[in-house]
Nanobody, 125 residues
Framework: QVQLVESGGALVQTGGSLRLSCAAS????????MGWFRQAPGKERDFVAA????????SYADSVKGRFTISRDNAKNMVYLQMNSLKAEDTAVYYC??????????????????WGQGTQVTVSS
């Protein structure tokens, strides 16, 4: 069955960096656009970043643009989220998700078919 497993979440100080990883299995990875979403306590799940099947197109939420970078390695079935200049408001559970679309990327969570269990990122001030 399809599995998405996130890792790399941690407690970090404001201004620090983290790299999240998501390992995919049970699917033809290169046929899926991939996204990262996050959910803070008491808030809705929000779009963070997405990347197209071949990695040629990316999209970011305004709140993370210039600080976060999404990338993928189709040979390893991995997607990454490099997070720099972290702020307290970045504290959330981060989820990766897979969307089997022919082209482009989506910023809406409902279009993604598969989700991981999440990894906690806590940024302390």
């Amino acid at each position: 069955q399809v599995q998405l497993v996130e890792s790399g979440g941690a407690l970090v100080q404001t201004g620090g960096s983290l790299r999240l990883s998501c390992a995919a299995s049970g699917l033809t990875f290169s046929t899926y656009a991939m996204g990262w979403f996050r959910q803070a306590p008491g808030k809705e799940r929000d779009f963070v970043a997405a990347i197209s099947r071949r990695g040629s197109v990316t999209s970011y939420a305004d709140s993370v643009k210039g600080r976060f970078t999404i990338s993928r390695d189709n040979a390893k079935n991995m997607v990454y989220l490099q997070m720099n200049s972290l702020k307290a408001e970045d504290t959330a559970v981060y989820y990766c998700a897979a969307d089997q679309r022919v082209s482009g990327i989506a910023r809406t969570g409902s279009t993604y078919e598969y989700w991981g269990q999440g990894t906690q990122v806590t940024v302390s001030s």
